[in-house]
Structures are given as C-alpha cells and as structure tokens.
C-alpha cells in the first residue's frame, strides 16, 4: 500500500492523540498534491498542472510543526472519480482508512478558482456522503486553490463566491457551514504560506471541538483497526515463543499475514459491494429527479402554450374592438344612424 503500513504506529497512543490527519478528496487537476505539500511545508507529493491525475496511489506524508504538532497529509487518487471503476475506488478507499488510522480529522474538498465546480463532483461528494454517512460533512472543509490567480485579477475570494458560485457548490458551502479556506500553493512567500496553512488548521481544530475532540470513523476503521492490532498482538506472542528456531517463528509470521492480507481483501471486497450499491442507489435517485424535472417542464410549456393561446384570442378581441370604435367614429363623421 501506498505511504505508511497499516502495522505501523497502531499501538502509540501518545502519536495519535497529538496527530492530525486531513484526507484530500477533489477532481482531478483541482491542486490536492500541492495544496498537501503546502500543508507539509515541504514538496513531498508529485505535483504538476495538469487535468489528469498526477496521483497514481493513496499516500500518506507527515511532519511535525514548529509547536510539536504532527500532520499527517493523506493524497489519493481523484476518489469518486466517474472514469475510475469501483474495484479501484474501494482498494483506495480501504489505504485511506488504513493509512489514517484512529480517524480523520478533516475531509479537504479541493476545488480550483481557475475552472468551473462540475455535476460530476456535486455527483462525487453526494457519493462521498452517501458512502460514509452524513456525519462526513462535519468535518469537510473547502479549500479552493488558484489564490494567485485571484490576486492578479484584484480579487478576493468573496468576490469569486459572490458572482457566478454554483448552486450545488454553494450548497456544500452551506452545508459544512461556510468553512472555506483560499490556497496560494505557487508563492514563495514564506508569511503567506504559513498563515494560509494556520488558518486550515484553526479550522481542523474547530472541527475537533465541535465534535467533541473526536475524529470521524465508522465501522470500516473500527475493522480495519481491530484486525491490525490483533496481528500485532500475535506478533509478540510469537517472539515470546520458547522453544521455536527463527525460521519456525519466521513461518509462523507469514501465516499470521497471509491471514491478515485474506481480511483486507474480505474489507476490500465489502466496500466495493458498498460502493457499487451507492452508485446505483444515486443512479436511480438523479434518475427520478430527471424524470421529475421534465415532467415538471412539459407542464410549464402546456401552461404557456395555453396561456400564449388566450393572449392571442384577447389581442384578436381587442383589434376586432379597435376596428369596430374605428367604424364608428367614421359613421358619425359622415352623419349616419350607426344604430341602424
């Protein structure tokens, strides 16, 4: 898998407690790799412009701030993504849960100024929420990257939100409740990057406290966890084994992963199933909505056909009425009894 084992740092409370994990989902193109390696400070995640993915796998990069805390950036693949089939979105989703470990901490939609918000990632997010449940929200933030672009046209971020701003984006906006951070990742001014990346963790430390300084999980971390901790444990009951030659213990080992590697893959298989039940149950969902927005549609056109129909009849009347007080006024001028 990607970045960091799933073995790795299950058992130090003290590193998890003090970490925090942000998850970057978005098109690709949108700017994840660089805003992750603004977040880090460093470049560590491959980062090019470019509309296709420059990601090939979920990873995870950390570092530590000055002030002793530890972030962890996990980068994926453009996740949800309508190209990608579910086999490969679920093996990504499972190294996200992996890599991630006792939870998420904040969920970064990265969207870019520099292009137009698309149904397919309202579609991707409603998918995203569908999947996780709608207690994801909570802990999204919105990160639009191309703040260089925006000051070089003497604009603010309110100012892009405030014209043409997408209704289903600006439903997202909402949803999460306005939280919105804007990202510079081309600058070389170190003030800026470091209050940009100041200002995307307040929010991440507003989030713990709203949510009772817990992270997000579900059932697929408590697995995934609950597996991982299990193989380590046997690990050490092996090496406390008296009596065994290294290569019986080396034996062992292998056993206890090869059964370790058959549960990812029970996990794996299982939110792939999910996913595929999402998709469709959403499928169906836009489908009726569609169904309903045209019927909706022919109704108005019939109401303004009917409408278009009595308006043409009161102009015939009222030209029939002009014509007629026409006739009338030359009659009189002419002295004639327009009565008879």
Same mark, same amino acid.
């Given at each position: 898998?990607?970045?960091?084992?799933?073995?790795?740092?299950?058992?130090?409370?003290?590193?998890?407690?003090?970490?925090?994990?942000?998850?970057?989902?978005?098109?690709?193109? =949108?700017?994840?790799?660089?805003?992750?390696?603004?977040?880090?400070?460093?470049?560590?995640?491959?980062?090019? !412009?470019?509309?296709?993915?420059?990601?090939?796998?979920?990873?995870?990069?950390? @570092?530590?701030?000055?002030?002793?805390?530890?972030?962890? *950036?996990?980068? @994926?693949?453009?996740?949800?993504? !309508?190209?990608?089939?579910?086999?490969? #979105?679920?093996? +990504? #989703?499972?190294?996200?849960?992996?890599?991630?470990?006792?939870?998420?901490?904040?969920?970064?939609? *990265?969207?870019? *100024?520099?292009?137009?918000?698309?149904?397919? /990632?309202?579609?991707?997010?409603?998918?995203?929420?569908?999947?996780?449940?709608?207690?994801?929200?909570?802990?999204?933030?919105?990160?639009?990257?191309?703040?260089?672009?925006?000051?070089? =046209?003497?604009? @603010?971020?309110?100012?892009?939100?405030?014209?043409?701003?997408?209704? !289903?984006?600006?439903?997202?906006?909402?949803?999460?409740?306005?939280?919105?951070?804007?990202?510079? =990742?081309?600058?070389?001014?170190?003030?800026?990057?470091?209050?940009?990346?100041?200002?995307?963790?307040?929010?991440?430390?507003?989030?713990?406290?709203?949510?009772?300084? &817990?992270?997000?999980?579900?059932?697929?971390?408590?697995?995934?966890?609950?597996?991982?901790?299990?193989?380590? &444990?046997?690990?050490?009951?092996?090496?406390?084994?008296?009596?065994?030659?290294?290569?019986?213990?080396?034996?062992?080992? /292998?056993?206890?992963?090869?059964?370790?590697?058959?549960?990812?893959?029970?996990?794996?298989?299982?939110?792939?199933?999910?996913?595929?039940?999402?998709?469709?149950?959403?499928?169906? &969902?836009?489908?009726?909505?569609?169904?309903?927005?045209?019927?909706?549609?022919?109704?108005?056109?019939?109401?303004?056909?009917?409408? =278009?129909?009595?308006?043409?009849?009161?102009? /015939?009347?009222?030209?029939?009425?002009?014509? +007629?007080?026409?006739?009338?006024?030359?009659?009189?001028?002419?002295?004639?009894?327009?009565?008879?």
């Amino acid at each position: 898998m990607g970045g960091n084992s799933i073995e790795d740092d299950w058992d130090f409370p003290s590193l998890s407690n003090s970490a925090r994990t942000v998850l970057l989902v978005g098109r690709a193109g =949108n700017g994840k790799s660089a805003t992750g390696n603004s977040i880090l400070g460093k470049k560590v995640f491959k980062s090019k !412009p470019s509309f296709a993915s420059v990601t090939s796998t979920t990873e995870m990069q950390s @570092t530590m701030l000055k002030d002793g805390q530890v972030v962890n *950036v996990i980068d @994926t693949i453009g996740l949800f993504d !309508p190209v990608l089939e579910s086999e490969v #979105i679920g093996k +990504e #989703i499972v190294k996200c849960v992996d890599l991630a470990k006792d939870g998420i901490h904040a969920i970064l939609l *990265v969207v870019s *100024v520099r292009s137009r918000f698309t149904r397919e /990632e309202a579609t991707s997010l409603n998918i995203l929420q569908t999947f996780f449940g709608p207690k994801i929200i909570d802990y999204m933030i919105v990160v639009f990257t191309g703040g260089d672009e925006l000051e070089e =046209n003497d604009e @603010t971020l309110d100012d892009y939100l405030s014209g043409e701003c997408p209704e !289903p984006l600006q439903k997202i906006l909402n949803s999460c409740r306005g939280r919105h951070v804007l990202f510079d =990742n081309k600058t070389r001014d170190e003030a800026i990057k470091g209050r940009q990346r100041q200002k995307l963790l307040d929010m991440v430390e507003m989030i713990m406290l709203e949510n009772g300084q &817990q992270p997000y999980t579900d059932s697929i971390f408590k697995e995934l966890k609950k597996g991982a901790m299990k193989l380590r &444990q046997q690990e050490k009951d092996v090496d406390s084994l008296e009596g065994y030659t290294k290569q019986e213990i080396a034996n062992l080992k /292998e056993q206890m992963h090869k059964s370790h590697e058959v549960q990812l893959e029970r996990i794996t298989e299982m939110v792939e199933s999910k996913l595929r039940e999402t998709t469709k149950k959403l499928e169906e &969902q836009l489908a009726e909505e569609h169904a309903a927005r045209l019927k909706a549609e022919e109704k108005a056109l019939a109401d303004r056909g009917k409408s =278009n129909d009595e308006i043409r009849k009161l102009r /015939e009347n009222l030209e029939k009425a002009r014509r +007629e007080t026409e006739d009338l006024r030359k009659a009189a001028e002419q002295g004639r009894c327009s009565i008879l």
